[in-house]
């Protein structure tokens, strides 16, 4: 199986936001203690739907994003299905992680090794920038994630 073989136009739809949230979850899981928030609190899904939204000129990479993240989200939910009987939204933490860590290392039977890496590496990057980006961009809501760093913030920042 490829992960290059659909398309759309633009965005994602909630069935995949839900499903990329709870990949970012598990890559940026966020502490109650430390108040750092997760993934999901701060949008960096809707991060990336906006990202699937842009052109080209704004992101080169843009049109293959658009075929790589329905297609590797549909792919890990027909796997998840298979291998725990539950869609990706239905797993359990440890079961997201097993997804993630085999992702990580190429090892998830049935996927192409390469579409692995390459996934993985988009992912993380992807998480990582919805989370600690400028909130102009559709993560890091409320710059909540700056603050949370403490990262001075400029009172525009506050308000996105």
């Keep these: 199986m490829s992960w290059t073989q659909t398309s759309q136009a633009e965005g994602l739809t909630p069935v995949q936001l839900a499903q990329l949230a709870v990949l970012m979850d598990r890559l940026l899981p966020g502490d109650v203690r430390r108040r750092i928030p997760s993934a999901s609190e701060v949008g960096a899904a809707n991060f990336v739907s906006r990202l699937l939204g842009r052109t080209p000129d704004v992101y080169r990479e843009t049109p293959t994003w ?7 989200l549909a792919g890990l939910d027909a796997y998840a299905l298979s291998q725990f009987g539950r869609p990706l939204t239905g ?12 992702l990580q290392a ?35 809501h409320g710059a909540r994630m700056w603050q949370a760093i403490g990262y001075p913030l400029l009172p525009a920042a506050e308000d996105a």
């Design 91 to 102: 797993l359990t933490q440890a079961q997201v992680d097993f997804l993630l860590t085999g």
């Design 106 to 140: 190429s090892g998830l039977p049935g996927i192409a090794a390469d579409d692995q890496k390459a996934w993985f590496k988009t992912l993380l990057r992807h998480c990582y920038q919805g989370c600690f980006g400028d909130p102009r961009w559709g993560g890091n």
């Design 66 to 72: 658009r075929v790589l993240y329905p297609t590797a």
